[in-house]
C-alpha cells in the first residue's frame, strides 16, 4: 500500500512554455501532498505544501506564481510550472500524507524536467 | 525544529551490516525521528521512523538513545542494492520534511 505515482516521468518542453505535472495517491486518500525539487547532487527542497480543497503553502524564495499547485481532489495534486526557463530544469518530487498516519510522507517517483 | 547531522558519506562491505549514525540534538520530546532512501533517481522510499523505543522492521532496525539525542540506523546485511542516499529527519511540527545532505552509502562487493 501507501503507492504514489507521477506524470510524466520525464518531459522535455521549450523556454517560454508551461508544464503540468500530475501526484496521485492510488491505494489511500492524501489531504496533504507536498512538492520538492532537486539538482543533480543535491539534497531535495521543499517547494510547498498543497492541501486539499485550499490554497498551497509555499516556501520562502518559491514563486507562487511561477510554481502553481492544485490539489483539487484527496487523490490528486498538480504542479504547473509557468513560463519555464532553463534553470527550472531539475527533478521534481512530490509526496503525500496519509491522514491516519503520523509524520511518515509517500514519495512519487519523480518527473524529471528539461527546458530548452 | 530539529537539525539533522549525517556524516556525508561511508562504505560497507556486502553481507556485512550498514551502521548509520544521526545526529539530532535539538529534538523535542514528542519528535520522531525518520529515516528514508532515495536510490539514484528516484524517489525517496520510508525505511522507519521512532519516537523512544528501538525498533525494526523487514527493512532495518533503528536505535534511539536514551536522552534522544542520536539514532543509529542499521541495515543488518547490506546488500548491492543498499547503495543510496540515507536522510535522517526529524519533521516539524506542520508534517514538513526538512531534508539535510543524507549519508552516500556505498556498498562494496
Known amino acids: 500500500g501507501a503507492v504514489v505515482s507521477q506524470h510524466p516521468s520525464w518531459v522535455i518542453c521549450k523556454s517560454g512554455t508551461s508544464v503540468k505535472i500530475e501526484c496521485r495517491s492510488l491505494?489511500?486518500?492524501?489531504?496533504?501532498m507536498f512538492w520538492y525539487r532537486q539538482f543533480p547532487k543535491q539534497s531535495l527542497m521543499l517547494m510547498a505544501t498543497?492541501?486539499?480543497?485550499?490554497?498551497?503553502?509555499?516556501e520562502q524564495g518559491v514563486e507562487k506564481d511561477k510554481f502553481l499547485i492544485n490539489h483539487a481532489s484527496l487523490t490528486l495534486s498538480t504542479l504547473t510550472v509557468t513560463s519555464a526557463h532553463p534553470e527550472d530544469s531539475s527533478f521534481y518530487i512530490c509526496s503525500a500524507r496519509r491522514p491516519s498516519g503520523i509524520y511518515e510522507q509517500y514519495f512519487g517517483p519523480g518527473t524529471r524536467l528539461t527546458v530548452t | 525544529d530539529a537539525k539533522t547531522t549525517q556524516p556525508t558519506s561511508m562504505d560497507c562491505a556486502e553481507g556485512r551490516a550498514a551502521n548509520l549514525p544521526c545526529n539530532h540534538s535539538t529534538i523535542s520530546g514528542n519528535e520522531y525521528v525518520y529515516w528514508y532512501r532515495q536510490i539514484h533517481s528516484q524517489g525517496p522510499q520510508y525505511i522507519i521512523h521512532?519516537?523512544?523505543n528501538n525498533e525494526t522492521n523487514e527493512m532495518a532496525s533503528l536505535i534511539i538513545t536514551e536522552d534522544r539525542k542520536s539514532s543509529t540506523l542499521i541495515l543488518p546485511h547490506a546488500t548491492l542494492r543498499d547503495t543510496a542516499v540515507y536522510y535522517c529527519?526529524?519533521?516539524?511540527?506542520?508534517?514538513?520534511?526538512?531534508f539535510g545532505t543524507g549519508t552516500r552509502l556505498k556498498v562494496l562487493a
Open positions: 498543497s492541501n486539499e480543497g485550499s490554497k498551497a503553502t509555499y
Open positions: 491505494d489511500f486518500q492524501a489531504t496533504t
Open positions: 529527519i526529524v519533521p516539524r511540527g506542520t508534517y514538513k520534511y526538512i
Open positions: 521512532g519516537l523512544k
